[in-house]
């Protein structure tokens, strides 16, 4: 379940701007809403994860985005909110509801919603009202199909405990190593 290099060079790339350099004002709500988002993710887990070892899979993280220093800032926000609501969908489930504490779910979807109220506004801005940007297709589509590769996984295993913990293990690890970077390269 670990991010391949070229993974985790995609990542650092997408973040590696501050935030403050969007042409924007992300508030600071952002970065506490991803905190908070981790925070949830990190109380949710109810089973250990090493019983669920068996389970564990590679969902092979876009690698369309490994050539990120095409990546213009409009295009990254984009893939981050394209991550975010897909998260936000895949929370969002019945078969969700049936895995996770109810109010810890309510918290984790609140919180990801108003992040991408956040991001929507300053993608808005960054876009100048364009509703698309060249190679913006291709990057949201890689996330859409990166996501579908979990959708499928979590078919497949019939929605049990243990692919859930799987599920929500890698999440938290993108989200985590989003935070680290974004604060990281923020001062």
């Known amino acids: 379940m670990a991010f391949s290099v070229p993974s985790l060079m995609v990542l650092v790339m997408i973040f590696s701007s501050p935030i403050s350099s969007f042409s924007c004002d992300l508030p600071q709500s952002l970065d506490v809403g991803k905190q908070e988002t981790l925070t949830v993710l990190g109380q949710m887990g109810k089973i250990s994860v090493l019983s669920c070892l068996k389970d564990r899979t590679d969902f092979r993280f876009p690698q369309e985005m490994v050539e990120a220093s095409r990546v213009q800032k409009a295009q990254a926000l984009s893939v981050v909110h394209e991550m975010l609501q897909q ?93 680290v970077f974004t604060r990281k390269f923020r001062n």
Do not use: P
Request: charged share 25%.
């Open 87 to 179: 998260i936000f969908n895949l929370f969002h489930t019945e078969a969700s509801s049936a895995v996770w504490n109810t109010t810890l779910l309510e918290q984790l979807l609140s919180g990801l919603h108003r992040q991408l109220e956040d991001l929507e506004t300053c993608l808005l801005q960054e876009m100048g009202g364009e509703q698309s940007l060249l190679g913006m297709k291709d990057l949201t589509l890689a996330v859409r199909r990166y996501f579908q590769r979990i959708h499928l996984y979590l078919q497949e295993k019939k929605n049990s405990s243990c692919a859930w913990e799987v599920v929500r293990v890698e999440i938290r690890r993108w989200l985590l190593f989003t935070h």
